[in-house]
Nanobody, 115 residues
Framework: QVQLVESGGGLVQPGGSLRLSCVVS????????MGWYRQAPGKQRELVAA???????NYAESVKGRFTISRDNAKNTVYLQMNSLKPEDTAVYYC?????????WGQGTQVTVSS
């Protein structure tokens, strides 16, 4: 059974940084596209950033220049480095991995940006 386990969320002041990690286990196949989504209270879940197995990346306009997605294929791990955080980045962040044709989700990790 494929499992995604996220870590690295927390409380940070505006302008601060956090690094999220997500480890994918339970699969013999390397994930294809991996990504991070977020959902703020009262809002729909939205794509933050995605990365293919080959390293091509895609970012939401609101995080370009501040967030960086990367992955370690040997460890089936994806990272999200978040810099210059703003209060509007506050949300539950979810990891997503496409394994074969199936999409899998982590349980989510809370990121709160507040002074």
């Amino acid at each position: 059974q494929v499992q995604l386990v996220e870590s690295g969320g927390g409380l940070v002041q505006p302008g601060g940084s956090l690094r999220l990690s997500c480890v994918v286990s339970g699969t013999f196949f390397a994930p294809n596209t991996m990504g991070w989504y977020r959902q703020a209270p009262g809002k729909q879940r939205e794509l933050v950033a995605a990365i293919t197995r080959g390293g091509s990346t895609n970012y939401a306009e609101s995080v370009k220049g501040r967030f960086t997605i990367s992955r370690d294929n040997a460890k089936n791990t994806v990272y999200l480095q978040m810099n210059s955080l703003k209060p509007e980045d506050t949300a539950v962040y979810y990891c997503n991995a496409l394994v074969g044709t199936l999409s899998h989700w982590g349980q989510g990790t809370q990121v709160t940006v507040s002074s």
